[in-house]
């Protein structure tokens, strides 16, 4: 990359960083979600359902959890597009002399930076549910943390770029985020699903994340614990962020 | 030597024919306007030299290089006030600029000064740090043409740079804009409904649903609907009128117990001459002058019309609050 688009992709982060710190309620509202989540609902089924596969159930979701926290942010963080364009300051990055790249991977950055810093926050609260974790797997943690972050940031982007106005909202919240959520293994193991749902968790990127996440937090723990090989994980994440980039970028690049 | 050159360009909404094939020449170093009403494509216009929208055919180039092929060539020349606002208004005066600062890659050591001078030429250097929500219209206006020449462009575009300012601060940004070219070395493309504004072009496009109707100088506009016009109250009527026709050759009529004088071409240089040969006979004078509404009248046969704000800034303000609802 030349020089001019790493600074547009430093600004554009920066931009998100100042603005993320300014709005205090931004952070307390979006980690009231995934605590209200673990403790509301994950101590309550804890209860319920019988901790005979090996963990309690509050220790289950807890990767899921996690991968809600990073959901949530990292999507909002990109749909914060939709404002810019409503609010105009779309235009003011699309006529700057930079790569349309380098504006999507700015703002995948900004929600990576954004949702990891929230989902290390709900992270250290493992000791509270009785997890005992190293500091190695909290590292690894981290770093899945920070793949899907940017892999869910890079999905928000392109929903975003479909979407002209802020009506969208709530369609994008109930048709795609929260339908995401319950179907990538958060809240239940995927073998244990019906077949047609099933299919659906298999082509949601979250559900690999969550995968990802349950190996590192609960490894070895039957059938409690992750569906996946580890790499088919890492790759399917990997390969699903370059291919919403490369699409992002094309689809900002095409001009009316 | 032309800086934008446009050659019958079209852009069509589906059946919206926004430009309909339009073309001109600016010349490097000077201001053009381009006087329209509501809807006349004037915003489309700029959108395809600034290279957000592509035409559907027709050539624009800006410095010789094509704004469709050679984009990125483009946005360098350029800087653009957009007719609605484009700042952050979460952000501070200074961070606005700091962002556009980085996006058009002003070397580090230049940062702080230029835009200590942007700031410095529109007088908001003092209210850098304020976030830009808390600026009046008129600030963030100013604050706008402030970015749009941190990164030194070649070719500025303001679309309607004076939308929803009071007469006042109107007065105050031409004053900015007009001493832009000669302290910036910059060619200005600027857009308004209004013919006072139009006074400091040095060439005026007049458009109307996508034709350019009239191109020339504001004399050679003001020339087609016949110039300015003035009006005379004098102790003696008769008298007066012969003597301006004789010393001055002006055809002069007696209208409603006042002198009407038509197609003046310079009004407001005509009066001290009047009242200079007319001795101390002259008891008032005022001065008519041709607005955009006359020469659409004589144009297109039809009045402007009614002109309605295009800001929408009520809408906005709902999605804001919407959005601070929602957006958590
Ligand atoms: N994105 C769009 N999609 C469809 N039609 C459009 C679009 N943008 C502009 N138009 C239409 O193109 C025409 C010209 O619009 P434009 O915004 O260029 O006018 P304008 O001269 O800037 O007017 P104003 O003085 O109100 O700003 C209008 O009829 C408008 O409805
Ligand atoms: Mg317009």
């Given at each position: 990359m030349i020089r001019s688009d790493l600074n547009a992709i430093y600004v554009i982060v920066a931009r998100e960083f100042i603005k993320f710190t300014r709005e205090r309620g931004r952070l307390i509202s979006t980690l009231a979600r995934p605590l209200i989540w673990l403790f509301l609902v994950g101590g309550g089924m804890s209860r319920m359902v019988?901790?005979?596969?090996?963990?309690p159930y509050i220790q289950f979701i807890f990767p899921g959890i996690i991968g809600m926290t990073i959901l949530f942010s990292s999507i909002f963080s990109s749909i914060s597009i939709i404002w810019d364009k409503e609010f105009g300051f779309m235009k003011e990055m699309l006529v700057a002399p930079v790569s349309r790249l380098s504006i999507v991977v700015g703002k995948a950055l900004s929600g990576t930076a954004v949702s990891t810093i929230q989902a290390l926050i709900i992270l250290l609260l493992f000791p509270v549910i009785g997890l005992k974790l190293g500091i190695v797997q909290v590292l690894l943690i981290l770093c899945i943390a920070v793949i899907l972050s940017f892999c869910l940031s890079t999905l928000g982007i392109l929903i975003a770029t479909f979407y002209e106005n802020f009506e969208s909202f709530s369609v994008i919240m109930n048709f795609i985020v929260m339908p995401m959520f319950f179907l990538s293994g958060a809240m239940y193991p995927v073998k244990r699903l019906p077949h047609a749902l099933g299919l659906f968790t298999r082509v949601n990127p979250l559900t690999y994340g969550i995968d990802a996440l349950k190996y590192m937090v609960l490894p070895e723990k039957g059938a409690l614990s992750q569906d996946f090989p580890l790499s088919l994980d890492i790759t399917v994440i990997v390969v699903t962020s370059i291919v919403f980039v490369t699409i992002a970028a094309n689809v900002f690049e095409r001009r009316k | 030597m032309s800086i934008i050159s446009v050659e019958n360009l079209t852009k069509k909404f589906g059946a919206v024919?926004?430009?309909?094939g339009i073309s001109f020449e600016v010349e490097q170093g000077s201001i053009f306007g381009f006087l329209g009403p509501n809807g006349a494509g004037k915003t489309t216009t700029i959108s395809i030299l600034c290279t957000l929208l592509s035409p559907t055919s027709g050539m624009a180039l800006i410095d010789g290089h094509d704004c469709m092929r050679e984009s990125s060539e483009v946005r360098k020349q350029l800087g653009i006030v957009f007719q609605d606002n484009t700042l952050d208004?979460?952000?501070t005066a200074y961070e606005n600029l700091l962002f556009h600062s980085y996006l058009y890659s002003i070397p580090k050591g230049e940062r702080g000064e230029r835009i200590k001078d942007a700031l410095n030429f529109v007088g908001l250097y003092e209210r850098k740090s304020e976030p830009v929500k808390r600026f009046s219209g008129g600030m963030k206006r100013r604050l706008e043409v402030a970015r749009s020449i941190v990164h030194q462009p070649k070719v500025l575009f303001l679309d309607e740079p004076t939308l929803g300012l009071d007469p006042q601060s109107r007065t105050n940004l031409w004053e900015f804009i007009a001493k832009l070219p000669a302290k910036h070395d910059v060619t200005i493309f600027m857009t308004t409904h209004y013919m006072e504004e139009a006074e400091i072009c040095n060439k005026i496009a007049v458009i109307d649903k996508g034709k350019i109707i009239a191109q020339g100088s504001p004399e050679d506009l003001k020339k087609m609907v016949g110039g300015d016009v003035v009006y005379l109250r004098t102790k003696d009527n008769k008298q007066a009128i012969a003597e301006i026709k004789k010393s001055l050759g002006l055809d002069a009529e007696e209208r409603d117990g006042e002198i009407f004088i038509a197609s003046v071409s310079k009004g407001e240089a005509c009066i001290p001459v009047l009242i200079q040969s007319l001795a101390d006979m002259v008891v008032s004078v005022r001065l008519q002058r041709p607005t955009l509404n006359d020469v659409f009248l004589k144009l297109t046969g039809k009045a402007m019309r009614p002109e309605t704000v295009s800001g929408g800034g009520e809408m906005k303000d709902a999605i804001r609050s919407y959005r601070r609802k929602f957006d958590k």
């Open positions: 019988s901790p005979d596969m090996g963990v | 024919t926004a430009v309909d208004k979460e952000l």
